[in-house]
């Protein structure tokens, strides 16, 4: 499950790279248990692209509740920016909003 977290995350050590486009792969494993049932798992790449210098900047593998949260958070936050940007008046200063998959911190 995916709850939305308020965390502090030091971004400042991180230098924002532009990217203009991106490619998505899906790698899938499938395999018989003894039994005989097919159990399955898949990764999702995201590979975020320079296109001026035609060249990978960012490769991220995520897993299929990541890539939920990725979705889930995008769409909310390009919903809320069409309404900014539709609105005449002066922008509100954004809010940060992060996600975790709790799963992942035991």
Do not use: W, Y
Request: hydrophobic share 40%; proline share 4%.
């Amino acid at each position: 499950m995916v709850d939305e977290q308020k965390q502090s995350i030091n971004f400042f050590d991180t230098k924002p790279i532009f990217a203009d486009d991106v490619a998505l792969a899906i790698r899938m494993k499938a395999a018989k248990d003894a039994k005989g049932k097919i159990e399955k798992e898949c990764q999702i790449e995201l590979i975020f692209v320079d296109g001026m210098k035609h060249q990978a900047i960012g490769e991220f593998i995520i897993s299929k509740n990541t890539a939920k949260a990725l979705v889930k958070i995008l769409s909310e936050n390009i919903v809320n920016l069409e309404k900014q940007l539709a609105d005449p008046s002066m922008p509100k200063q954004p809010e940060i909003k992060t996600t975790a998959d709790t799963n992942m911190f035991r």
